[in-house]
């Protein structure tokens, strides 16, 4: 986008404050000068004619807050693009709607934000994404491949869909960043995760051409870590520097008088998410083989390729990073790996996802039952032997699993009372909150608390 940008806001929900929206548009009224946009304006990315033209037109230095407008009736219901919906994408219609009655420019220049509220969740939301982009000119194409007859065109714009996690209940968050869960910058964790999700989204539409809307012109060069992602999308949960505030909250840009954790943005030049992270590990390499994406060690450990792990247990160095409230890990080699017990020490935890990794064996963790925070523990598909600790006393724990794991053994204990059903699929179902299917652990007489998919002993 070269020319200047215009950022239009729905805010969908009837429970949106004065206070909130504040937050948002304070935010959108100062991104351009953030450290993140300027890697985009900063002679790195341009638009040429054709590939052997050598005159650049970069893009836009400029984004400014164009219009609002609000649905607090919930026009299309608290459930949007659910398999019953009439319409070929909710996001779409809301925007097409606003701009039809007059409430919104039909703004070639524009990105149309829809933010949905505490109330409102998205089919998918949370489960494989915690925002997104969109087009008309993309939806006509997927309407097409599929034959779905409910796309009827309309004005030719781009979206960004952004909701309030916390509508998948109190544990919503923890599909959505690895920081600032419970405590943020400004006070609202709802508003400070979807405004990373309007970073990393207007990112990416500001970088990619508008002709053909499944191409990301900018890509990172291929290696065993990066695999054609488009720049912003690379440089998801990566952070950067970042400091802390007088809540106990990370930020790492400032304006408007506020705090901001938004992630970097990936530097064509010298093939680095920007701005750089200087503080990583020194057996970085391993670690971040077996962390998820979600968990960033910074550009040397990013670019230094995928050590194998070969065998031997995790390092207990992983237990440094003491502000992880998220971690997610995996690939491990088929060689026998285990877990140290030395993850007591991360106090800030509050979901631990280590799935499907036969190689990953030992009994899992005891001091995992120590953390006061932790809320999920999902450990299904690997190969761990022994008891299952004692979690009943944990008092936040709303979801665990460990199914599948065929050398578990001994018995549940009562007191698993607070496991509820948070995380919504596309299907509108909702999964199981305590799976132990597939091991030998059983329920023992007396026993009280969800069946967990066990037998009685």
Known sequence: ???????????????????????????????????????????????????????????????????????????????????????YDNIFTVIQENIQAGRLFNDFNGIYLVLTDNQTLEAGFLRGYCSKVGSAQAAKIAAQQT?????????????????????????????????????????????????????????????????????????????????????AANCAFNYGNTAVDGRGALYNEQWNGRNYLIQGMWDPEVQLCQP??????????????????????????????????????????ICQFQNLEILRMGNFTTAPTSLPDCFGNLTKLELLVVVDNS???????????????????LLDGNDFTGNIPDFSKSPKLSAFSASGNSKLSGTLISGYQKLDNPLLNQDGTYDASCDLSGTQV???????????????C
Not at 201 to 230: Q, R, Y
Not at 442 to 455: F, N, S, T, W
């Open 1 to 87: 986008m070269t020319d200047p940008v215009n950022v239009y806001i729905i805010w969908y929900g009837a429970n949106w404050t004065p206070t909130s929206k504040a937050i948002i548009t304070d935010f959108i009224a100062g991104f351009d000068q953030s450290d993140a946009y300027k890697v985009a304006t900063n002679a790195r990315y341009f638009c040429m004619d054709n590939a052997s033209s050598t005159a650049k037109t970069f893009v836009s230095s400029s984004v400014k807050l164009n219009g609002q407008s609000e649905d607090p009736s919930y026009s299309l219901r608290k459930l949007l693009n659910s398999g019953k919906s009439e319409n």
């Open 147 to 231: 034959n779905d007859g409910r796309f009827k065109g309309g004005p030719d714009v781009r979206w960004v869909f952004a909701g309030s996690s916390s509508a998948a209940g109190e544990d919503g968050a923890l599909g959505c960043t690895s920081f600032n869960t419970d405590i943020s910058p400004n006070g609202n964790p709802d508003v400070d995760i979807i405004i990373d999700g309007i970073a990393n989204e207007i990112l990416n539409f500001v970088v990619n051409p508008w002709a053909d809307p499944s191409l990301d012109a900018w890509t990172d060069k291929p290696d065993e870590w990066n695999d054609g992602f488009g720049p």
């Open 276 to 317: 750089r992270s200087v503080s990583v590990p020194s057996d970085c390499a391993i670690l971040q083989q077996i962390l998820g994406n979600q968990t960033y060690l910074g550009d040397d450990c990013c670019n230094s390729g995928k050590n194998s792990m070969g065998a031997g247990p995790v390092p207990e160095s």
């Open 359 to 377: 190689g990953l064996t030992g009994p899992i963790p005891q001091s995992l039952t120590t953390l006061s925070n932790l809320r999920q523990v």
């Open 442 to 456: 059983c329920l023992p007489a007396g026993y009280v608390g969800p069946d967990c998919e066990l037998k009685s």
